[in-house]
């Protein structure tokens, strides 16, 4: 079994920066990647970034250059960095991987956290 407790979400005006994080416990060392998904109110839910256990990173297109992912594999925690926000960023944000168990792969996601920009 895997947890991901997401954390730091918030309200910041446009232009701002926030920081969530997701951390990560249970048997993680067959988990890749670790990415973050986003879902505003009446939308689906979109990837946002992911990064893979080489550091290779991968962003939604609406996100590249102000959204930065990154892991501390000490923590076992995965960051995404939101700067110059936009009123569009508006959504519950969630921490999901994969991990490989028994032959079979397995979907893991947080409980989300709400980041709202205020225009």
């Known amino acids: 079994q895997v947890q991901l407790v997401e954390s730091g979400g918030g309200l910041v005006q446009a232009g701002g920066s926030l920081r969530v994080s997701c951390a990560a416990s249970?048997?993680?060392?067959?988990?890749?990647?670790m990415g973050w998904y986003r879902q505003a109110p009446g939308k689906q839910r979109e990837l946002v970034a992911v990064i893979f256990s080489g550091a290779m990173t991968n962003y939604a297109d609406s996100v590249k250059g102000r959204f930065t992912i990154s892991g501390d594999n000490a923590k076992n925690t995965v960051y995404l960095q939101m700067n110059s926000l936009k009123p569009e960023d508006t959504a519950v944000y969630y921490c999901h991987t994969k991990c490989l168990s028994v032959g079979s792969w397995y979907e893991y996601w947080g409980q989300g956290t709400q980041v709202t920009v205020s225009s």
């Open positions: 249970g048997s993680i060392f067959r988990c890749n990647p």
